[in-house]
């Protein structure tokens, strides 16, 4: 086992502007080697300089950037709990002097060796090789991702704190939440006794995190850290002292923050516009950092940036009103005349808005009450806001043209940019914005393909009690649209020719991303020529990857039985069965319905209730019912565990006595196939274990099962594993997934359960893998996940047993004590 830690380490220096670097090692629970003049201080249990070059290049796929990994790999210190106590316990093959310092092994390690570590009884500083993590962010959630495949591999809670940590601190630096900063430092020598002396300042460069989500997360890693995150060290003869944890999260952010703002590539046209700022190409020129401004224009830039930034806050944080900027809609006629409002709001009541086009005209007196709300200074704050917020969006200067500023003209061109970029800028500065309703998510028309689908009317129908069923096809075809409105392919390619970011059409204005719509009219052109069909998994894939270009309506049929996929509370509960020597409550009768309603369109689902729920009375059911309504059919095979194969059959034998049962296990079991054809085919459920399977599987595959049922289906989240290949060849059209935990660690464990149920619909294992797997666990795709989820949510039901329409089914809490007295001989050794 490979338990891989890590922690940052600021450089040991005399500069003001200290650099860092992030050390990766890793922990082995290979017993220490002894060795002859072995340093007293080197960590035993740790992979040394060339096993871990060799770890790194094979397990974790590094490369070397020089040539050979070993030259990126250095001894760092760090302070570990150690003890001369109980090393045989911890370590069970070492054979150490009782009387040497050992460190204890991780939380992790000692899990893994099923064993308690010492009590630590001192604190020591151990030599470990490490690995100079670079860049940091990107190999950290790189780590993460292969150790959720790995069973030898694993992170400590050290690094797992860092990876969550900077995955956080990345999130703020995409949202751009910093600000240039200059940090004043004083070299002017001590004042002697009775003597002044001049200050000598320097000024540094650089960059800041400025978000109360920040603080927020600076507040909870505190508590979160643990404390192997602050005892790295430079060197081995340093004092044995913690960094604090505030100070280390802190140092270790803005460090990112610079590797960030160095690694981005700058356009050359804004280079031109910061040419002549001394400050932004300062702050830019990152290579220079630790080079102090000393010349006397330097501290004046330093006040500058002073003033400017405790006025930011204080305008922020100390006016009793919010700056807001409304934009309103040209006319069609005058295309080129948008108009960007100032408004200001009361903070303490925000329905308590004011045109400034309307103060202005106001008269003393009443402006005077106006003062009341929005304080003594408003004039004065006011364009103090508006001209931190032209700083922010330059276009306002051409409002502030004027003493009593009121707002100003935008061309089409500029009015699309405001809304595309600068708003929402403005809004994280704490600006308020008001957009037009069909600029909203909830208002906003888009130019989109509809997907319109219905039974196929000609062909012999497979439809089963009326309903429709997975072998249908299904007509379908595309139309053109604009919000709720088809359009034909004349009024398509207008659109596309007139080129223009914003368009008025049909009496609105809507912003049209044309290159886009200039592939989906090739793409309706493609399909006119064609008679399309589709099968029932695939409409529901196309429904599950629809998105603002794509929506998909169906005819009410089809809409119907969508609805009851998505949302099983549609269905209607079956009636307690007659013959079911127990009686159902309410939501597992809604589980039964859910069950034959998916088997009636040919599909196959995943019962995942929470454990106690009576996922096995649920089977149950559905087996009394469907052999009440059937003639002869098949058995049903029952997949589980070894362990509780005599568990399902007590409970078949207690609820459905009238139903045979064959548990097909032992060395006893019938493995002739003439004799095992026919004694299944006397019984309704044959049960058997996953090992019986792999190794009976000729035997299996020989009867035609009605059913396939799987419990535990955790069971299979190896799709590579020889049982789960003997499962998938096994003969059913039905098949039902049992478990409480479709997803253990890996999303493959999902996919492997779809690939027993619906073979092919969630794709390839390769396509899977790309196309959701990589993106979800590794990149964090929100879109992929929420695509997922709609496709895999019509065939899982789960429920909770803190679901409160769960909860009031379920029975009564009963407790009962029971006291275990202890015998003579426990009671004297006690």
């Known amino acids: 086992m490979k338990i891989l830690h890590g922690t940052w380490i600021p450089n040991s220096s005399d500069e003001f502007i200290q650099a860092g670097n992030f050390y990766l090692w890793v922990e082995t629970d290979t017993p220490p080697r002894q060795q002859k003049n072995r340093e007293p201080n080197r960590h035993p249990q740790q992979l040394n300089k060339d096993d871990l070059s060799t770890f790194l290049s094979d397990e974790l796929g590094i490369t070397p950037k020089n040539g050979s990994l070993s030259r990126d790999i250095i001894t760092k210190y760090f302070i570990l709990p150690s003890t001369d106590v109980g090393v045989g316990e911890a370590f069970a093959s070492a054979k150490a002097s009782p009387r040497e310092n050992r460190p204890l092994p991780s939380v992790e390690l000692t899990r893994y060796l099923e064993t308690e570590a010492p009590t630590p009884t001192t604190w020591q500083i151990w030599a470990i090789d490490c690995y100079q993590v670079n860049p940091i962010v990107k190999l950290l959630n790189d780590i993460h991702f292969l150790c959720l495949y790995s069973t030898e591999t694993q992170m400590g809670a050290d690094l797992l704190c860092w990876y969550h940590y900077s995955q956080s601190v990345r999130e703020l630096l995409h949202k751009d939440r910093y600000i240039p900063t200059l940090k004043y430092r004083d070299r002017s020598p001590l004042k002697a006794k009775g003597k002044k002396t001049s200050p000598s300042p320097e000024i540094y460069p650089g960059w800041e995190i400025v978000s109360e989500v920040y603080e927020t997360k600076i507040q909870q890693y505190i508590n979160y850290l643990p404390l192997a995150c602050t005892g790295g060290l430079n060197a ?338 079956i009636e307690n069965p007659l013959l079911l020597q127990g009686t159902l409550r309410e939501y597992q009768k809604r589980g039964v319905a859910w069950i034959q309603y998916l088997e009636r369109l040919g599909l196959n689902g995943c019962l995942a209730d929470d454990m106690g729920l009576g996922k096995t009375i649920q089977v149950i059911a559905t087996l009394i019912v469907e052999r009440a309504d059937s003639a002869k059919i098949s058995p049903t095979l029952l997949i589980a565990p070894t362990s509780v194969l005599g568990n399902w059959a007590k409970e078949i034998e207690k609820f459905a006595p009238h139903l045979g049962i064959k548990i097909h296990h032992g060395s006893d079991r019938i493995q002739e196939l003439a004799a095992f054809k026919t004694a299944t085919g006397e019984c309704d459920v044959v049960i058997t274990s996953y090992t019986l399977v792999r190794k009976d599987s000729k035997l299996l595959q020989a009867v035609d099962w009605h059913r396939i049922v799987i419990d535990e289906a955790q069971n299979i989240k190896n799709p590579a594993a020889e049982q789960t290949k003997a499962i998938l060849k096994l003969p059913s059209t039905r098949r039902l997934a049992l478990t409480g935990t479709p997803v253990e ?40 996940s929420l695509t997922l989820k709609k496709l895999v949510q019509p065939f899982i039901l789960r429920r909770v047993k803190t679901d409160k329409t769960i909860i009031k089914d379920l029975p009564d809490k009963v407790e009962h004590k029971q006291y275990c007295n202890l015998t003579k001989e426990q009671a004297s050794l006690y």
């Open 745 to 784: 660690n890996r999303l493959l464990d999902l996919w492997s359960i779809f690939n027993f149920l619906n073979p092919g619909y969630l794709g390839k294992e390769a396509q899977f893998r790309k196309s959701f797997e990589i993106p979800i666990q590794k990149d964090r795709n929100q879109v992929q």
């Open 236 to 573: 081995a003869d340093a004092p044995i002292e913690f960094y604090d944890k505030e100070t280390l999260l802190r140092h270790f952010s803005e460090c990112l923050l610079h590797d960030y703002v160095a690694n981005t590539p700058i356009p050359a046209t804004f280079e031109k516009k910061i040419a002549n700022s001394r400050l932004i190409t300062g702050c830019l020129n990152l290579q220079n950092s630790a080079i102090p401004w000393t010349d006397s224009q330097a501290v004046t830039i330093y006040k500058q940036w002073q003033t400017w930034k405790q006025k930011l806050v204080a305008a922020q944080n100390n006016s009793t009103f919010q700056l807001c900027f409304q934009l309103q809609e040209a006319s069609t006629q005058t295309p080129d005349r948008w108009y960007l409002k100032f408004i200001v709001a009361a903070k303490q009541d925000p329905s308590l808005k004011l045109e400034l086009d309307d103060y202005w005209q106001l008269d003393s007196k009443t402006k005077q009450n106006i003062h009341k709300q929005f304080g003594k200074e408003f004039e004065k704050d006011l364009l103090l806001n508006l001209g931190y917020a032209a700083r922010i969006y330059p276009q306002i200067w051409q409002g502030l043209e004027t003493d009593k500023p009121v707002g100003f003209f935008l061309t089409l061109t500029d009015a699309f940019d405001f809304l595309a970029q600068s708003a929402w800028v403005l809004e994280d500065a704490g600006y308020k914005t008001i957009v037009p309703a069909w600029w909203t998510p909830q208002g906003r028309a888009r130019a989109k393909l509809r997907l319109k689908a219905s039974p196929k009317k000609s062909g012999k129908s497979k439809a089963e009690k009326g309903l429709f069923h997975l072998d249908n096809l299904i007509d379908y075809h595309y139309e053109l649209a604009i919000g709720d409105e088809q359009i034909t392919p004349q009024e398509w390619q207008k659109l596309v020719d007139a080129k223009a970011p914003l368009i008025h059409f049909r009496g609105q204005w809507m912003e049209l991303d044309l290159a886009k719509m200039q592939q989906m009219l090739q793409f309706w052109q493609l399909h006119q020529d064609t008679q399309p069909e589709l099968t029932l998994l695939e409409l529901i894939q196309k429904t599950a990857a629809a998105n603002e270009e794509l929506e998909v309506e169906t005819e009410d049929s089809l809409a119907a039985m969508m609805l009851n996929l998505h949302d099983p509370s549609q269905l209607e509960p």
